[in-house]
């Protein structure tokens, strides 16, 4: 899943960065309201972090003008202000959820989650093809009942499978998901975890569809 932070404290925004990067999600920052408008509005992300205090525009606008161009991308709000009124604003301008700093960094991730989760329009953490069961709320892993030890990677690029079980996932639809737009370094390193994968799981689990991607068995 691929994060934009939108954040001009630096650094807060790069300890969120590296704290969810670690979680296994790939996570870009900015730190000036119109670069994150440009940011989101060019699509591409599966949710936004958003402070509202920014420089060039705040918050408030950028949400309203994503929202009014028609994207819908789940927007968690963070703010140093404080009170009913302002989390009212910036709910009513379209934002998802809103956090007050300081905040709790593992309230900031269940919140992130749970977001996705919405989006993904099912209540349910839990994924499943054939005998494989992803929980993506505890980020644990079963096979036929036994518990597969992933990196965070890992997990990430089985949970872009995972949720299209049974479709073609290409290789560039997981690097757009798994690896942020820093990163330069060879498109062959979703072979490499695709294969780790095989090894843990199994190596009928992911097929590869020559030309077009991977399929994650759903049966």
Not at 74 to 95: F, Q, V
Not at 146 to 174: C, D, H, P, Y
Request: glycine share 10%; with cysteine; net charge negative.
């Amino acid at each position: 899943m691929r994060l934009l932070i939108v954040e001009d404290e630096k650094r807060l925004a790069v300890s969120l960065a590296r704290g969810l990067t670690a979680e296994g999600f790939a996570v870009d920052v900015v730190h000036d309201g119109l670069e994150g408008l440009h940011r989101a509005g060019q699509g591409g992300y599966d949710l936004l972090i958003l402070d509202i205090m920014l420089p060039g525009m705040n918050g408030y606008r950028v949400c309203a003008e994503l929202r009014a161009a028609g994207h819908e991308l789940p927007i968690l709000m963070l703010t140093a202000k404080d009170g009913e009124y302002d989390e009212a604003e910036g709910l009513d301008t379209g934002a998802d959820d809103y956090l007050t700093k300081p905040f709790s960094y593992v309230v900031l991730v269940a919140r992130v989650r749970a977001l996705l989760r919405r989006r993904g329009g099912s209540a349910s953490p839990v994924l499943t093809a054939g005998g494989l069961r992803m929980d993506t709320a505890a980020r644990r892993v079963h096979r036929e009942g036994t518990e597969i030890v992933l990196t965070a990677k890992e997990f990430a690029v089985l949970e872009q499978l995972a949720v299209r079980a049974g479709e073609v996932v290409s290789k560039a639809e997981i690097l757009e998901h798994v690896w942020d737009f820093a990163y330069d370094g060879d498109p062959n390193i979703v072979e490499v975890y695709v294969s780790t994968l095989r090894r843990k799981l199994g190596a009928e689990t992911i097929r590869t569809v020559r030309g077009a991607g991977y399929r994650l068995e759903a049966r």
